[in-house]
């Protein structure tokens, strides 16, 4: 059998009349490879233009690739879905074991409509799907204890995934995440939100199957190959300290950001540093088929007040975005502090960095005057951390009219209580956390998920910057931009994890995909991978996106960067030169 | 591709493994046919992976208690201690996967067979961090 036939088979699931299917689609495996060439084509078909995110109308896609569970780092599922915080197509990326149990359950995508009345979880083996009722997860105040509860109930351990949302995902919080093998995460634009709008509270899949490999020598030798690599140099970084190890090098550059984006420099830095962090480090993990094992977790050791002979451990997993978010953004530099406060968005099921930064924005607000106490309930001051901690579990609990809002996005929260010059967004998404300089704040209003991820410009920036290079002009960063994120649609459509990028150059791929049967060529998989930009673009703007409506948030402008203060006409002119470009090219 | 000498595989420690599952991977691919379920050894969670991994691999007994439950004289013991499968005579009634205490005796959903392992030692090699070993019987 061939490799695109192995890998083509779609199970449909839809929860409305709770039923299930599986398709061969080929058609699209054999044009798009896999990952995010796919899952985009079975947006186009499934969600309807207007469709609402939270609606029923809504499709969930996740999607694996050739390279899924079989080449080293190919550790990644796709999903793709209509975000409740930007109303366009979103994207998230996930490891952990579900891209091998998708894979090995002989699939190469699954989508899931519709929505269930009550709560339902969904049990997928092979090309089986069992729905089971969710009653008793439903409300759990920690998305660890419904992963426990359906570990111990189901078989497969070892071979399986366990997706699950918190409380975030069942009350709609629009940037709620699904986690995956308790400290792995669709994190971004709100994938648990449509979880809980379709009241599917997990969902598990068994992979028990395995695939026969066309060129078994072939094979084996591009494995070695890769896998070398991937234990060198190229991943030494996520490898050793994680990805923490950016905090102190980006505080050093002026690039961290602070107290929202006040400064790109934080005091505090050197405490919620990867360095710091290595005294908690208690364990460090993998996804499936990826020797690196980037996931660090620091475990915290806490006395009980009112039983002095009683401790618990508790291990955070902790990266470099959450220290951004939950420590220096909101000025916390308490190490035990910051670890807490992902503690929280990890019971709750929310996303760590759009959470940070709407209390960023909140704080700064209450110390305006544009909200009071009355509002925020807690008073929230840059650095207490115990307040923090309060005020995120209200954004879940929405126990006021501030929280309800607070829980739709920072965009929403300052169109209805002001400040939106201070209010960090690019179309809805709160960014990642890098002030390194034009590029990355223009890949920002420009990437198809408005996601640091999209072309990695933060390191353009930090290039330039170390270089004391020249900044290009606002349309040759374009270029730049465009061409890196049209590279990464090849990567994400394999689908490996974007820490391999300096693994998986042109030639590794072909190498690799040869040995899987696959006759492609770099200049072949360059076009695909432009193919799959445009892709991605075109279905946004039918979906109504403007790339010339993208607000600057003004803080942006005010901060100073590593290359000097961003300009609001640098910002403007790419992305009018973005803008016209695609709408030509997607003619 | 079978052992030439008497060896067994041995977990040298356990809290070093990170779950990459790099080890079930290589034992599948020692054949042609890749994936975790193919393979003769199993890493799961310990209860959830922030408890770490437990890595279950045949021990190869003295007296193995899966040969002992073989009601078709599939599975023959070694004189140094393991299991041979001879699959022709297998029909897949799963006594030894029940007889066998640690888990080690894998099932292949696909054949209907146990995956009995030959102590090779051939994923030892593809772990990143030193957590197989072999030893000799």
């Known amino acids: ?587 | 591709m079978i052992a030439a000498k008497a060896q067994r595989l041995v977990v040298l420690d356990a809290n070093k493994c990170v779950g990459c599952q790099l080890c079930m991977l290589a034992c599948s691919s020692r054949l042609t046919h890749v994936g975790p379920a193919k393979s003769h050894l199993l890493i799961r969670s310990a209860g959830g992976i922030e408890r770490g991994f437990v890595v279950v691999v045949c021990r190869a007994c003295q007296d193995p208690p899966c040969a002992r439950v073989c009601p078709t004289g599939a599975l023959s013991p070694l004189p140094k201690g393991g299991v041979r499968l001879s699959s022709s005579k297998c029909i897949g009634c799963k006594n030894c996967v029940d007889a066998c205490d640690i888990g080690a005796v894998l099932w292949d959903e696909e054949l209907e067979k146990p995956l009995i392992c030959i102590q090779c030692g051939y994923c030892v090699d593809f772990c990143p961090y030193g957590v197989l070993g072999v030893e000799a019987l």
């Open chain 1, 1 to 587: 059998m061939s490799w695109v036939k192995e890998i083509s088979k779609v199970l449909y699931v839809d929860l409305s009349k709770k039923t299930f299917w599986v398709e061969s689609r080929e058609d699209l495996f054999s044009k798009w490879l896999g990952g995010i060439g796919v899952a985009v084509q079975l947006y186009k078909e499934e969600v309807p233009k207007g469709a609402d995110p939270l609606g029923p109308e809504n499709a969930i896609v996740l999607a694996v690739g050739p390279l899924t569970a079989v080449f080293p780092m190919a550790s990644k599922t796709i999903s793709v879905f209509k975000s409740p915080l930007t109303g366009t197509m979103a994207e998230s990326h996930a490891g952990g074991r579900a891209p091998a149990a998708i894979r090995f359950a002989g699939l190469g995508a699954i989508v899931i409509k519709g929505a269930s009345e009550r709560p339902v979880y969904l049990v997928v083996e092979g090309e089986r799907v069992r729905f089971r009722d969710a009653g008793t997860l439903w409300g759990m105040r920690s998305a660890e204890t419904v992963g426990r509860v359906l570990r111990e109930a189901l078989p497969g351990a070892g071979l399986r995934t366990i997706m699950r949302i918190g409380r975030a995902g069942e009350r709609l919080v629009r940037y709620a995440n699904v986690i995956i093998e308790t400290y792995r995460h669709f994190g971004r634009m709100g994938l648990g939100a449509v979880f809980g709008s379709k009241k599917l509270k997990a969902l598990v899949v068994i992979g028990r199957r395995s695939s026969k490999v066309p060129k078994i020598r072939e094979y084996r030798e591009a494995y070695a190959e890769i896998l070398e690599v991937a234990r060198g140099a190229a991943t030494k970084k996520y490898h050793e300290l994680g990805t923490a190890a950016n905090v102190l090098p980006l505080n050093k550059l002026g690039a961290l950001p602070t107290r929202n984006f006040l400064s790109g420099r934080f005091e505090g830095a050197e405490s919620i540093s990867g360095e710091r962090l290595l005294e908690s480090l208690s364990r460090r993990l993998s996804c499936v088929g990826c020797p690196v094992a980037c996931i660090h977790l620091a475990a915290i050791r806490e006395q009980y007040e009112d039983e002095k002979y009683f401790y618990k451990v508790e291990n955070v997993p902790y990266d470099y975005e959450l220290l951004y978010a939950l420590g220096s953004n909101l000025g916390v530099s308490d190490t035990v502090g910051v670890l807490k406060l992902i503690k929280v968005v990890e019971e709750e099921g929310m996303d760590a960095i759009s959470a940070g930064v709407a209390l960023a924005w909140a704080t700064e607000a209450l110390e305006r005057g544009l909200i009071t106490k009355e509002h925020t309930i807690v008073e929230l001051k840059w650095g207490d951390w115990q307040a923090y901690s309060k005020s995120l579990h209200y954004i879940v609990e929405q126990p006021n009219d501030f929280y309800k809002v607070l829980a739709l996005g920072v965009r929403e929260a300052a169109s209805r209580y002001g400040g939106e010059e201070f209010a960090l967004h690019y179309n809805g998404l709160e960014p990642a956390g890098y002030h390194t300089g034009p590029l990355y704040h223009l890949s920002l209003a420009i990437g198809g998920r408005h996601s640091h991820l999209d072309a990695g410009a933060y390191g353009m920036d930090e290039g330039l910057a170390s270089a004391k290079a020249r900044v290009p002009e606002p349309e040759e960063a374009v270029r730049l931009i465009a061409s890196e994120e049209s590279w990464r649609q090849v990567l994400n459509s394999l689908a490996v994890c974007l820490f391999g990028r300096r693994v998986y150059g042109p030639g590794a791929v072909t190498k690799a995909l040869r040995s899987l049967g696959y006759e492609l060529g770099e200049k072949e998989l360059e076009e695909l991978g432009k193919s799959i930009y445009l892709e991605r673009h075109t279905v946004k703007l039918s979906e109504g996106f403007r790339p010339e409506d993208v607000k600057i948030p003004r803080r942006v402008l005010e901060t100073p960067t590593p290359l000097g203060f961003v300009t609001e006409e640098y910002l403007r002119r790419g992305i009018q030169h973005f803008a016209e470009t695609i709408r030509k090219q997607g003619r």
